[in-house]
């Protein structure tokens, strides 16, 4: 059973930055592709990023040019550099990959439990 840990969030100021983490851990065979989504307050969760095993980014446009998703596959490791965050940034944020636990099943996605970002002075 694959597991993903998110850490990093906490409180941070307008204008502030922040990095996100997350680690697969488990048996895995291959890891395809990891996101970042996050979901306000009242509202439904959105993608926030994107990024294939071979590196091809997706955004939001709401975050482009101010966050960045990176991966590493030799670490089964996920993270979100956070710039210029603003207030309506407030959010949980979590981290999703499709895997593929063997090579004889089919690969499923799998969710992390979620870490808070709140942006506020």
């Known amino acids: 059973q694959v597991q993903l840990v998110e850490s990093g969030g906490g409180l941070v100021q307008p204008g502030g930055s922040l990095r996100l983490s997350c680690a697969a851990s488990?048996?895995?065979?291959?890891?395809?592709?990891m996101g970042w989504y996050r979901q306000a307050p009242g509202k439904q969760r959105e993608l926030v990023a994107t990024?294939?095993?071979?590196?091809?980014?997706d955004y939001a446009d709401s975050v482009k040019g101010r966050f960045t998703i990176s991966r590493d596959n030799a670490k089964n490791t996920v993270a979100l550099q956070m710039n210029s965050l603003k207030p309506e940034d407030t959010a949980v944020y979590s981290c999703?990959?499709?895997?593929?636990?063997?090579?004889?099943?089919?690969?499923?996605?799998?969710w992390g439990q979620g870490t808070q970002v709140p942006v506020s002075s």
């Open positions: 999703n990959a499709r895997v593929q636990s063997s090579i004889l099943r089919p690969s499923v996605t799998v």
């Open positions: 488990g048996t895995m065979f291959r890891i395809y592709d």
């Open positions: 990024i294939t095993r071979d590196g091809s980014e």
